[in-house]
C-alpha cells in the first residue's frame, strides 16, 4: 500500500509523504522542479529516470560531481556521486594508498550520513 497522497497544488501534482510529511511535486509534463529535462533526464524510456543538472566541485584536489536522480515511476530516489583525485603518477605505492583512503572515506560518510535523522 502506498504510503503517499497525491493532490494538484498551483498546477502540479503534489505527492505528500503520509510517514514523512515531505512533498514531491512535477509539473504537468511529469517532471519535478529539480529535473533538468533535456539530455540528462531519460524519464520518457523504459527503466528511464529524471536528472538534475550535475552539482560540480572543483577544488585543488580534484573534481566531485552530483547528480540527483528519480525514477520515471516517482518511487526512488538516488544520488549519484563522482569523486576525481588527482594522483602523482611517480608514486604508484602512494597513489595507491591515496586510492584506498578516498574510498573508504566516502564508505563511512555514507555511513554517517545515513544515520542522521531527517530534518522535517
Known amino acids: 500500500m502506498s504510503r ?12 505528500v509523504n503520509r510517514t514523512t510529511g515531505l512533498d514531491s511535486y512535477t509539473d504537468d509534463d ?3 522542479p529539480w529535473c533538468a529535462r533535456g539530455h540528462h533526464c531519460t524519464a ?3 527503466g528511464g529516470e529524471h536528472g538534475s543538472i550535475p552539482e560540480v566541485w572543483d577544488t585543488n584536489l580534484g573534481r566531485l560531481v552530483a ?4 525514477s ?13 583525485v588527482r594522483l602523482d603518477a611517480d608514486d604508484n605505492a602512494a597513489a595507491e594508498a591515496i586510492a584506498r583512503t578516498a574510498v573508504a572515506t566516502v564508505y563511512v560518510s555514507l555511513i554517517n550520513l545515513a544515520t542522521l535523522e531527517p530534518h522535517l
Open 4 to 15: 503517499d497522497l497525491v493532490h494538484r497544488k498551483h498546477g502540479a501534482l503534489q505527492r
Open 30 to 32: 511529469g517532471h519535478p
Open 44 to 46: 520518457r524510456y523504459t
Open 67 to 70: 547528480v540527483r536522480h528519480r
Open 72 to 84: 520515471a515511476d516517482g518511487t526512488r530516489d538516488h544520488i549519484e556521486i563522482r569523486v576525481n
